[in-house]
Structures are given as C-alpha cells and as structure tokens.
C-alpha cells in the first residue's frame, strides 16, 4: 500500500511538473559579459522552476528595429529587456505590453520603490520592471592620465587644459577624452543643460526650451575640445568606420583616456582594455556660473512580458528569479548596472560582488542633480537630428549658428512628427 | 505524365507561386498603399494621400543627398564592374595551365562578398591602421582616411562592390567561350591584331551578354545595402547614405512605413525609368545573332 501511495505521489509530481513547464523565449541586447551571464541565469532559473529559456540576443545596434517588428507581428519574445523610452512607443495606453500588477504574487514588487514602478507604469499598467537606474558619467582610464602625470579633471577646463598636454608627452595619438557620434550629441547636451539649468527638450511641453544663443554656446564646446587636442575630429574617429568605442583598439590600449558613458556599461567598456588599464568615475565636470550638475539620468532598461505571450505566469517567474531571486541575481551580477531591487543589491553587496567603482559610479549618478529628462531624447530622430548637425559643423560645412538654426529645425520636426 | 492528372505541373509550380504571391506580390502592391498612409507599425495605417510623395519632393533634403549619392554610387560601380568582369573573364578564357583553380578564386568573391563578415572584414582593412594603409605607408605613402573622408568614403563602398565581380565575370566567360572560333581565323588572316579582334569580333558577339549584366548589375547597385550599413552607416555627411538606408532607417528607425514605402516606391521608379532606357538604346548596340535588324 505504501509503495502504490508513494507511486501515486511521484506520478502525479511528474505530471504537475510537466504541465507546468514551458518552453520560453527571452530577448536582451548587451555585450559578451551581459550575454554570457543571462544565459547562465537563464540556465538555474530555468531549472529551478522547470522551464525551458531559448535565448535571442544582440548587440544595441538595431535591437530596437528589430523588437518593434516583432511587436508588431506578434512574434516577440515571452520575456523582453526593454529600453526606458520605449515604453512610450510601444504601449502609450498600457496595453501594449503585460501589465506585471497581474502576477503581484509571483513577482515580489515591494523590492521596487514607488518612484520606480511609476517608471515602468504606463497608463496605470505596470509595462517594466527597472533593472537599474543608470546616467551618463564621466569616466577615465586612470593609467593613461597618471603617465600623463595629470589629475584626473574636475572641470571642463581641466579637460581642455590636459589636452595639449597629452600631445606634448605621450603623443599626437593619445587623447585625454573621446567624444564622436552620440556621445559628441550627448556631451553639447550636457554642456547647454549645466549653462541653462533647462533640458533641451521640456517634459512638461514636449517643447525645445534652449534659445539659437544657447544652443551654439553648446555646440562651439565640440570645435574647443577638437582644438585643443582633447578629442579625435569627427574626422578621423570616422576613418576607422563604424566602431564603437569598446571595439576601438585606441580605446583598449588607453590611447583614448576618457568618455562619457552609462554607468551600467562598466563591464562593456572594461572588459576590452589591456591588463594595466584601469578607470575610474570622476564627478560630472564642472563650468563657471553653471545652473545644474545637468545628469542625464533615467530609469535603465526593464524587463516586461509581452502582451501576446500565452505563457506570461512562466515569464513571470523567471523575471522574478532573474531580479529578485538568489540565483537569477547572483549569475546575472552586475552585469545591467546596480540592480534596482533592494533583494538583489542587498545580496550583491553582502557578496561583494558589486564592485566598488560600480558602486562609486551609481552614488555620482544618484545624488548628482539635473532636470528630468524627456524620453523623446532618446527617439532616433531627435537623436538623429543632433547627431547630423552637429556632423556638419564638425567637419566645418556650416559654423555654429548654422548647426543650431538646422538643429532647432529638425528637432522641432522631430518632434512634430513624434506628437 | 499525362494521364495522372492534368494539373501536375500546377503542383510543381505552387510553391514557388505561393512564395511569389505571399512574399514578393502581396508587399509590392501593399507597399503602394502604404505609401499614401501614416503608418507606424503598431496602429492601422491612415490615408494621407500624397502628402508623403509631396514632402519627399518639396522640402526633404535628405532624400535629395541620398538620392545624389545612389545615382553616384550606381554611375561609378556598375561601369566599373563590369569591366573588370570582362576584362578578368578574358584573362580567364585562355587556355593555361590550372585554369579550373583560377576561375573558381576568382568566383568566391561573388559568394562572400554580400555577407557582413565581409563588410567588417573591409571594414579592418580599409581602417586608418587597417591594412591597405599599411601597405601604402610601407610603398612611401601617406595613409589615406578612407571612411573618414567624405570624398573617399563612397568609392571605398563602391570598390567593396566590385569586388564581388565574380557573377558578372562567369556570364562573360560563358559567352567569350561561345563565340565561333572561326571568326578569329579569319580575322586573323585578314591581319586583325589582338585587340582589333576583341574589338570588331568578340566585343559585339557579347554585346546580348553586357546588356544582361548591366540590367543586373544597375538593379543590384540601386539596392546595395549591407556595405554602407555595416562600414559606415550612411556617414560620414550621409556620403554614404544610399537609399535602401534611408528606407531602412525611416521604416525600421523611425517606424514611418508610409514614407519608407513611399521612397522605395521612388526608387523602384527610377530603376524602372533607367532599365527602360537601357531596353531603348540596346537597339543601337546589341547585337543578337539572326536579328535581321543587324
């Protein structure tokens, strides 16, 4: 009789167990240290509650064409990494996305303060869960500016002072910061906002607040930092084609000695340099007269449940373990910024395996001040609109009050078009 | 056959008939639509009427770069394609010792040549210590700033496509091979140096075969998209920014798949209006055998 009870009861575990499981899929853009740590994550979580996990990765180049198709054809993943501003576009009214408020009892939200679930609430619907906070900071290859026997800088004109510094003794090659592409759009933008103490584009309006006159104060910043041998001409960052800083060997040889960056991406341009090299996070420079530390800081990216998903109680567990269980947290690390769930940062701390300089890094970007930042910033087309005018003045087709007069107008079409 | 069924070959067919009618006829007419919509992906197009093909003519002047800069793209890669076809083709058509090896290197360019390994692969090479530079500074030179110049980043492009000669040169070497032997006999008797018998004899026997590869290489130019994306993303000051980009970019980027189609719409024009003119003037200069034209 026991040995039928006994049989009785492992049968009908395993057939709980198999109607349970769930073959899922999750998405994430990333680098090689995200990805490699989100499979093994996948791999315990997973196991520990009987799903299967099919991973689908990228780079940040093109994930965004490629989840909004996916969206729109009803084939995206079950479990999506999602970028802040997104959330905007792909489910304004709350629905496009799950609303993870359903599955309170599988995710534990109280891990989450209320500031940031309204982060992740559209219309009321709780579209993402944040993963980390995270701001562009300032961050410098140590080794590169002690050779230089520099300090590392505490104001802009500290940077634009080590520039000729830099070429006088360690070369025409070597420069003390980088800034190409958005990274050049994003420094002009910080530039203005500490000189204005306004966003360039107003949350509250969806308007651009900076007059033509601040606007080409800001970008005259770019043509300085070029004179002066702080950073490469837009020029010749272009020769090598599209690279991105962490694949640039100038970069992982500390040739390149600085660049502003978000903070969740230590690993990604850590990770390439050569042994010797190290960074560190400095202070958003300062400017005299300046109206605000100007961070550009946001939620980072979430982790939502599609909509279309029929197995949206599974992806609920996994996100879960992923966020606020001890081995989701403890296989992904840090690896997406400082975890925005008080469970895992807690446990990451107690397990020192939060390094110091990301700690560090997260502080700055916490207590630094700066107006809110409109999510529009972020769509490609305002971007692009930055990005292509400052371009021009760059390789000196139009002066400074040409580039600003182009750029009023196209982010003003911009954002035209995004309303 | 017969007997079986009279709808047989119908069968044999359906697949490549539902795979033309799903994938290839159903977007092209839907594309036509779209183009008169504001249609961002995720909510139900809105019909605009023609005020996309209006801004497209009226006031975008990225359109008017990338247009410029296809058409200088188009100009500069197919002429010079298809004479290094042709001339490796002839290269190719004597009789040597290992000729199979030669051809087929020859060829692998042509199968490689779209993917984007490739294009990365051009990429490192064609970089400021990539090594063609390296080359040129071990022959004296100074490097050059392929990518970075907006003079040179376009011909960089273009040398990447005709790179990929391969295709082009096999059809060459297929019709060189066909032309009657007997015909360089009696030019030679008649005293007919080498080049006046690729001139006068080979040059219009294959003339049916150069009309092909231009159709084909004009078309394939107007879509070329995986260099530009993959080396330098349109740039530098959109010198490299063909139109498939600016598709790409406003469908995939900025979700406007109504002026995304409404320029591929464009584009497929203009592709039409030029292999028209193409058909038009081959009656000038293609020579087809027992065309009592000729």
């Known amino acids: ?419 | 056959m017969g007997g079986d069924s009279k709808f047989l070959g119908l069968w044999y067919v359906a697949p490549y008939a539902i795979g033309l009618i799903l994938f290839t006829a159903f977007p092209f007419v839907a594309s036509f639509y779209l183009s008169f919509t504001d249609y961002n992906l995720l909510s139900s197009p809105e019909w605009v009427g023609t005020a996309n093909y209006e801004k497209l003519f009226t006031r975008d002047r990225t359109f008017d770069k990338s247009l410029k800069v296809t058409l200088a793209y188009v100009f500069m890669t197919v002429p010079i394609k298809l004479a290094f076809a042709l001339f490796i083709a002839v290269v190719l058509n004597y009789r040597l010792r290992g000729i199979g090896l030669f051809r087929t290197a020859y060829y692998v360019p042509s199968i490689l040549g779209g993917s984007i390994a490739i294009a990365v692969l051009w990429r490192y090479m064609f970089a400021q210590s990539g090594l063609i530079n390296m080359i040129i500074t071990a022959l004296g030179g100074e490097p050059v700033n392929w990518f970075g110049d907006p003079q040179n980043a376009l011909l960089t492009i273009t040398l990447l496509r005709c790179w990929q000669f391969g295709s082009a040169m096999v059809i060459f070497l297929a019709a060189l091979q066909s032309v009657d032997k007997s015909l360089y006999e009696a030019g030679s008797i008649d005293g007919a140096k080498p080049w006046q018998l690729f001139r006068y004899i080979t040059l219009p026997l294959i003339t049916p075969v150069i009309f092909f590869n231009l159709i084909m290489q004009t078309v394939q130019a107007f879509q070329e998209f995986n260099g530009p994306y993959i080396i330098t993303e349109g740039g530098p000051l959109k010198n490299t920014y063909l139109l498939p980009l600016y598709i790409y970019d406003e469908a995939f980027k900025n979700f406007d798949m109504g002026y995304a189609s409404a320029i591929a719409w464009v584009l497929f024009c203009i592709i039409m209006c030029l292999t028209l003119l193409a058909f038009w003037t081959s009656k000038k200069w293609v020579y087809y055998a027992g065309d009592k034209r000729n």
């Open chain 1, 1 to 419: 009789m026991k040995l039928r009870t006994l049989s009785l009861a492992l049968c009908t575990t395993a057939i709980a167990s198999t109607a349970m499981a769930e073959d899922l899929r999750m998405s994430w853009w990333g680098g090689d240290s995200r990805h490699a740590a989100t499979q093994a994550a996948l791999e315990v979580c997973g196991a520990k509650h009987g799903h299967t996990i099919s991973p689908e990765f990228t780079g940040w180049s093109g994930h965004f064409e490629k989840l909004t198709t996916q969206i729109a054809g009803g084939t995206e993943a079950d479990l999506m990494q999602v970028n802040w501003p997104w959330l905007s576009f792909y489910s304004a009214d709350g629905t496009g996305l799950a609303d993870l408020n359903q599955f309170a009892q599988i995710i534990d939200l109280s891990n989450w303060d209320d500031a940031q679930i309204v982060a992740g609430s559209m219309n009321g619907a709780l579209n993402g869960l944040p993963i980390s906070t995270t701001g562009r900071l300032f961050v410098f290859n140590t080794t590169t500016w002690a050779k230089a026997g520099l300090d590392l800088p505490k104001t802009w004109d500290d940077l634009i002072a080590a520039g000729p510094v830099f070429r006088e003794k360690l070369g025409e090659g070597y420069y003390p910061f980088e800034a190409a592409g958005l990274d050049a759009a994003l420094i002009v933008t910080l530039y203005g906002t500490q000189a204005t103490g306004k966003p360039l584009i107003d949350p509250a309006t969806n308007e651009l607040t900076w007059t033509k006159e601040e606007l080409v104060n800001a970008i005259s910043l770019y043509k300085t930092l070029v004179d002066n041998h702080v950073i490469e001409g837009w020029q010749d960052r272009a020769a090598d084609g599209n690279v991105p800083l962490h694949e640039n060997p100038e970069w992982s040889q500390g040739m390149i000695a600085g660049t502003y960056q978000w903070d969740s991406t230590y690993f990604k341009i850590s990770d390439p340099l050569e042994d010797g090299q190290e960074l560190a996070y400095v202070d958003l420079l300062t400017q005299d007269g300046q109206k605000t530390p100007g961070i550009y800081r946001k939620a980072s990216m979430v982790f939502s449940i599609s909509a279309n998903s029929e197995k949206q109680e599974a992806a609920a567990q996994i996100l879960n373990c992923l966020l606020n269980e001890p081995e989701g947290v403890s296989a992904l690390g840090t690896t997406r910024g400082v975890p925005a769930s008080r469970t895992a940062r807690e446990q990451l701390s107690e397990a020192d395996a939060i390094q110091p300089i990301q700690v560090e890094a997260q502080k700055k970007v916490i207590d630094a001040e700066g107006p809110a930042i409109h999510p529009m910033m972020e769509f490609p087309s305002v971007r692009a609109a930055l990005q292509d005018n400052l371009e021009l003045f760059a390789y000196g087709e139009v002066d400074a009050t040409e580039a600003a007069d182009e750029m009023i107008l196209a982010i003003n079409e911009a954002l035209e078009d995004i309303k």
